[in-house]
């Protein structure tokens, strides 16, 4: 089976660019949640989508959007973007039957703001 | 205010013993937790799951889950300097949502 992917894997942009970063969860997998990590850092959670509809959302400003499609797959979007935005940007799916499903890590998005 | 504390290391242990790394969580509704590895510059792998009260083996790794005292541990025995990296504890919550600790950095010494 195929693992999650992210695409781009690299990315620059300037600041007050927006940008949009793709996720394609394991087949099956019908949560996809999305994390910012930078250096030194832990996983600060971004949100959480479910069957299309976001279910959990962590404490970002509202330039950081998500959105999920009915094949699952999804995007986040960052609009003006800021110095402080540079991070791998991680997605991770689940089945989310149960409640106690295991998350799996795509390889991340590196977002370079200059 | 749900929360899952790890000491961020460095915790460097010789190359052959047993690494101890600890995790502590405030939320008693906490359902299941997870131990994930991270390299340097890579994204989290999975290394073991728990969901009931006591020891879980896997190879050399055994998670251990104290939901009175509420805390997760994870022990690696026999380490190899291929462990050395950053160990992420995290536990979910009836939302479904998982919260995360800081991570430990893990070094073994050869």
């Known amino acids: 089976k195929a693992g999650v992917t992210q695409t781009p894997r690299y990315l620059i942009k300037t600041r007050g660019q927006q940008v949009t970063l793709s996720c394609s969860p394991i087949s099956g997998h019908r949560s996809v949640s999305w994390y910012q990590q930078t250096p030194g850092q832990g996983l600060q959670f971004l949100f959480e989508?479910?069957?299309?509809?976001?279910?959990n959302k962590g404490n970002f400003p509202g330039r950081f959007s998500g959105r999920q499609f009915s094949n699952s797959r999804s995007e986040m979007n960052v609009s003006t973007l800021e110095l402080g935005d540079s991070a791998l940007y991680l997605c991770?799916?689940?089945?989310?039957?149960?409640?106690?499903?295991?998350?799996?890590f795509g390889p991340g998005t590196r977002l370079t703001v200059l | 205010q749900k929360e899952v504390e790890q000491n961020s290391g460095p915790l460097s242990v010789p190359e052959g013993a047993i690494a101890s790394l600890n995790c502590t969580y405030s939320?008693?509704?906490?359902?299941?937790f997870f131990w994930y590895r991270q390299y340097s510059g890579k994204s989290p792998e999975l290394i073991m799951s728990i969901y009931s009260n006591g020891d879980k083996e896997d190879g050399r790794f055994t998670a251990q889950l104290n939901k009175a005292s509420q805390y997760v541990s994870l022990l690696i025995r026999d380490s190899q300097p291929s462990d050395s990296a950053t160990y992420l504890c995290a536990g979910k919550y009836s939302n479904y949502q998982l919260i995360w600790g800081a991570g430990t950095k893990l070094i073994i010494k050869p």
């Open positions: 991770a799916s689940s089945l989310e039957l149960t409640g106690g499903d295991t998350q799996y």
């Open positions: 989508y479910f069957s299309e509809t976001q279910r």
């Open positions: 939320d008693r509704g906490s359902q299941s």
